[in-house]
């Protein structure tokens, strides 16, 4: 079986008869026939039957033939790519914490797209996570955060690794929570005040050469008895929005999406949490169009949730 067979079992179903087929590939009938029939031994199977309507594929034939016009579709395809007849598929992937101002940034990105072909990739998850799909995955960018106080262990890890990186955001956290949690009304939080109430946190923190029971304990205060543990970011905001006794620690959220969700957030300067947000992407790596979409509409959300 070749590609030519396939052509012409193809030719022979849209033409419905041996004749017809031959004239449109430019060969005889007899050849055709053969070449039908050398195809049917190779597979097996029974591809047409004669009948008063001409050459009717049988339910084999057209289970082959779908495969078949998939094959030479794909084929016009490649052949098409590298003629220059169709413009090369784009392709966007990048990997980032479960942050609102970084999904804001990224709708608005996608809004951006023009019409020509385009692949996009984009995965919320933790840093090491992020690390991976660059390393294995094939992914091209990623933003990780950590607190400042590991800054040494991600740079000593990213420097090995042979990642460029780049500081997108340092930011103090704050609280997020409803907007009917009993304690909406204070302008300020210290931390002994959220001691009765459920805090939302991510389970899956991480820190290069530090184990996880260690970075967890520097993650999560001591005084929170109740926690609920959540790996995406639309079961936190449900949580928030829905359950007024929850509050989460984030990265400061565009006042629109809070307005949507009937959410609100509060400074907590007792609290010291210092974080980064830094691009990262193999040192080889040159930065697309897309690339730099992306990140002129990250920088624009970054300073209005953020500004200086």
Known sequence: MNILHLKYAVETAKAGSLSKAAEALYMNQPNLSRAIKELEASLGITLFVRSARGMVPTPEGEEFLTY??????????????????MP????????????SYIAEAFTRFTRTLT????????????????????????????????RTAFDRYFKEMLEEKGFAYELVAEFTCVLVMSEKHPLAAKES???????????????????????????????????????IFVYERASQLSLLADNPETFMWVSPIPQALLDRCGLMQRACPDAGRVYRDVLIHRR?????????????????????????
């Open 189 to 227: 939080l210290s931390p002994a005040d959220l001691a009765p109430y459920v805090e939302i946190a991510h389970a899956d923190h991480y820190v290069p050469s530090l184990p996880q029971t260690e970075v967890k304990k520097e993650e999560l205060a001591d005084n929170i008895e109740r926690r």
């Open 115 to 146: 019409r020509d072909r385009a692949e996009i990739h984009y995965q919320e998850t933790n840093a090491m996570r992020a690390i991976q799909n660059i390393l294995c995955e094939d992914y091209k960018l990623g933003v990780v955060r950590y």
């Open 68 to 85: 078949a016009r998939q094959i030479l579709r794909q084929i016009d395809e490649v052949e098409a790519l590298y003629k220059g007849a």
């Open 88 to 99: 090369a598929r784009q392709r966007f992937s990048i990997s980032v914490p479960r942050a």
């Open 284 to 308: 080889d790596y040159k930065l697309t169009g897309l690339d730099q979409a992306f990140l002129t509409q990250l920088c624009a959300v970054r300073r209005e949730c953020m500004p200086d």
